[in-house]
């Protein structure tokens, strides 16, 4: 496939006297490659947490799907959308894609028995999806100069770490079951929202509903492709 053209734009004080030349560098949405990253290893860990299925070697086949997909491939997804001025996925993306890598060398450290996974209570996973909890609620809230289709995916991963926090904290197996649940749905919005994202670039309309908000249509009258850094912001 060919390479995305560097567009130079020259603007004029007056003719023939140069001002500004702006390069214009056509992206794809980065949030296509970031959701379906995200969509795939969440749902993968949030059906072990639901106890869907595992046993005492998941971790070893847990490490490298996480760490690669959900975490380098999100990860680069979100320098991406820096370039593209999106800031809730630029949070988002580079956080979670960050969690993903350092959760597959934790299991990787379970499976060779380098660490040694406790029983009851893990305080220390839970203060991770605290953390975890307190960024994405804030993003949560971004989201909502966005699309419902993204608040959803922020909401419910919300939620879910929030219960995984607690859960951890607290050895209660109940409530890493209830994270599971809200991730799995959090995953299969995720997946949604991606699918929405790449078929309106590929048809270049609207294909899938994202339900965008009023006032997010009225801050982009004019559309001259997605993810043109200095023109527009894009997912």
């Not at 993204?150 to 919300?158: D, T």
Request: charged residues 10%; proline residues 6%.
């Amino acid at each position: 496939m060919a390479s995305n053209p560097v567009i130079p734009i020259t603007q004029y004080r007056n003719e023939g006297e140069p001002r500004a030349e702006v390069l214009l560098q056509p992206l794809a949405a980065p949030s296509i490659l970031g959701l379906y990253g995200f969509a795939a290893s969440t749902f993968m860990v949030a059906a072990n947490m639901a106890h869907w299925y595992g046993n005492d070697r998941t971790s070893l086949y847990l490490a490298p799907f996480c760490a690669m997909f959900g975490g380098l491939a999100q990860f680069l997804a979100g320098m991406w959308a820096y370039r593209v001025r999106d800031g809730v996925a630029t949070a988002m993306h580079g956080m979670w894609g960050a969690f993903w890598i350092a959760y597959g060398i934790l299991n990787l450290g379970f499976a060779t028995h380098t660490l040694t996974p406790p029983t009851g209570a893990f305080e220390a996973l839970g203060f991770w999806f605290l953390g975890l909890a307190a960024i994405t609620w804030a993003g949560f809230a971004g989201a909502f100069a966005a699309n419902k289709a993204l608040v959803a995916v922020l909401g419910f991963l919300a939620a879910g770490s929030t219960c995984a926090a607690i859960g951890n904290i607290g050895g209660s197996d109940p409530l890493n079951v209830a994270a599971g649940w809200l991730f799995i749905i959090s995953a299969i919005c995720a997946w949604y929202t991606a699918t929405a994202l790449m078929l309106e670039s590929s048809f270049g309309r609207p294909i899938l509903p994202v339900g965008k908000f009023a006032r997010a249509r009225a801050a982009t009258p004019f559309n001259p492709g997605i993810g043109e850094p200095g023109v527009m912001h894009g997912q």
